[in-house]
């Protein structure tokens, strides 16, 4: 089978784990465009949970390669920079501030993920240099959350918000890896969860 299609010469758990973040993304997607922001949201922290996940599992079973960390590095470009673009733009109402701040932080959280792949991976550095994509985008969605279901602020506050995170992913703040921000940012992402499900 490798053969005839040489990329499955890859396959294997942590590398399953980040395909299964891309699909739940693109099921997101379709989510969003019946207008269930629910489960749009559910689908897009089931990615951010396989994010973390294929990360240890490459780690713990020693299956990690330069495959496996361009697939990550793609899958969450679209999870973390293409999706909440779009759920911006579907659920906020459209103005030229908002596709300034949907432009902005696509375009921040490219440069943010080029640069890790280039120097954080490469000089196995500690720390993540600017703000996760994953963090960026948990703040991003629960922003959309409050401004389209729970409507406690105006439009300009989600393009403000998006602009900020864009600003964080080029930083120069330090996030330690598996430190006290990333385990923060996985707790604040079941408590979301918690919540949206609630209300």
């Not at 196995?124 to 963090?135: D, E, L, N, R, S």
Request: with cysteine; hydrophobic share 55%.
């Amino acid at each position: 089978m490798k053969k005839f299609f040489p990329p499955l010469e890859y396959i294997n758990i942590p590398n399953l784990a980040t395909t299964t973040g891309l699909v739940s993304g693109i099921i997101a997607c379709f989510f969003m465009l019946q207008g269930n922001m629910r489960s749009t949201i559910f689908c897009l922290l089931l990615a951010t949970f396989m994010d973390v996940i294929d990360g240890f599992l490459a780690k713990k079973l020693k299956q990690q390669t330069r495959f496996g960390e361009y697939m990550d590095l793609l899958t969450d470009f679209f999870v973390c920079c293409v999706v909440p673009v779009l759920m911006l733009y579907t659920f906020v109402q459209v103005s030229v501030l908002i596709v300034a701040a949907c432009s902005f932080y696509a375009v921040c959280g490219l440069w943010r993920l080029g640069y890790f792949i280039t120097v954080t991976t490469a000089e196995k550095q500690p720390h993540f240099t600017g703000m996760p994509v994953p963090g960026a985008m948990l703040f991003a969605i629960i922003t959309i959350w409050l401004y389209a279901e729970q409507s406690l602020f105006a439009a300009w506050i989600p393009a403000a918000v998006f602009f900020t995170l864009g600003t964080l992913m080029l930083s120069s703040v330090k996030f330690k890896k598996y430190g006290f921000c990333q385990k923060g940012l996985i707790i604040l992402g079941l408590v979301f969860l918690a919540v949206i499900f609630i209300f």
